[in-house]
């Protein structure tokens, strides 16, 4: 199934093959474990989970900041499972914004006792 990687690191933004192996996410996304962030009603991006931890490179999704590579997949909001994407490289474009070379976030964590 189509797929579509952004990479920060070089910038890019591409088509690439999914088999729907969930190992498959940890090679396009160069990552160890993965979160999965909602983007829009019919779509799910993959990302670094310990993105923030490491040196690396930054790009913005509608104003929220992401580390790292990120695969955006369709979802099927029925069965759970995920399908083809239907967002062009185009349309991602104009969404993805790079941040610079530098930028930092910070990892923030809190914990609330139970009331």
């Known amino acids: ?3 579509i ?3 920060p690191f070089d910038q890019t ?3 690439v093959v999914y088999t729907g192996d969930y190992r498959e996410i940890y090679v396009l996304t160069d990552c160890e474990t993965f979160d999965c962030v909602t983007v829009d009603s019919n779509h799910t991006m993959y990302v670094d989970d310990e993105g923030l931890l ?3 490179r930054y790009f913005s999704w509608t104003g929220r900041n992401f580390a790292g590579k990120a695969l955006i997949l369709g979802s099927d909001h029925e069965t759970g499972d ?3 994407t239907t967002l062009t490289i185009d349309e991602v474009s104009k969404i993805v914004e790079w ?3 530098g930028h930092r976030e910070t990892p923030y964590m809190e914990f609330k ?3």
């Open 1 to 3: 199934m189509r797929g």
């Open 5 to 7: 990687l952004i990479n």
């Open 13 to 15: 933004i591409k088509e």
């Open 54 to 56: 490491k040196d690396n």
């Open 82 to 84: 995920d399908k083809e």
């Open 99 to 101: 941040l610079p070379e």
């Open 113 to 115: 006792a139970w009331s």
